[in-house]
C-alpha cells in the first residue's frame, strides 16, 4: 500500500515538473502558394512564447496568432518588412512574445511564392 502512494507521488511530482517546464511544437509542412497552413496549441498556465520561422526566400511568408485571447492585428512576422536572417535559400525569422493567458492558439503561416510553386515551411514554437 505505501509503496503504491509512493509511487503516486512520484508521479504527481513529475507530471507537475513536466508542465511547469513549458512545452515545444516543431511544425513543417508543404504549402501551396496562395494558400495557408497552421497548427494549434493548447497552454495551461500563463505563457510567453519564441518562435523561429524558416522559408524559402523566393516568396513571401506571414506568421499570424490567432485564439480568443491572441492579440489583435495583423501578421507577427512578415517576411517583407520583419528582420529575417537569410542563408542558403532560406529566411529565419526568430521573434519572442509576451506572456498570454492560458488558452488555446493557433499559429497559422500563410504563403505566396514567386514561382507559383508549393514551399517547404518550419516553425518551431516554444512556451
Known amino acids: 500500500m505505501r509503496l503504491c502512494l509512493l509511487g503516486a507521488l ?15 511544437v516543431f511544425f513543417e509542412d508543404n504549402v501551396p502558394s496562395g494558400k495557408s ?58 521573434a519572442s512574445y509576451e506572456r498570454l493567458p492560458k488558452g488555446r492558439y493557433t499559429w497559422k503561416i500563410a504563403w505566396v511564392g514567386t514561382p507559383k510553386k508549393p514551399a517547404h515551411v518550419e516553425l518551431t514554437v516554444r512556451w
Do not use: E
Open 10 to 24: 512520484v508521479l504527481a511530482f513529475a507530471a507537475s515538473a513536466a508542465l511547469a517546464a513549458g512545452g515545444k
Open 37 to 94: 497552413s497552421s497548427v494549434t496549441i493548447q497552454t495551461h498556465r500563463f505563457a510567453s512564447f519564441s518562435v523561429l520561422l524558416r522559408v524559402p526566400t523566393t516568396g513571401r511568408a506571414k506568421l499570424f496568432l490567432l485564439g480568443k485571447t491572441a492579440p489583435k492585428g495583423g501578421a507577427l512576422i512578415d517576411t517583407k518588412t520583419f528582420a529575417c536572417d537569410g542563408a542558403a535559400g532560406s529566411f529565419y525569422c526568430k
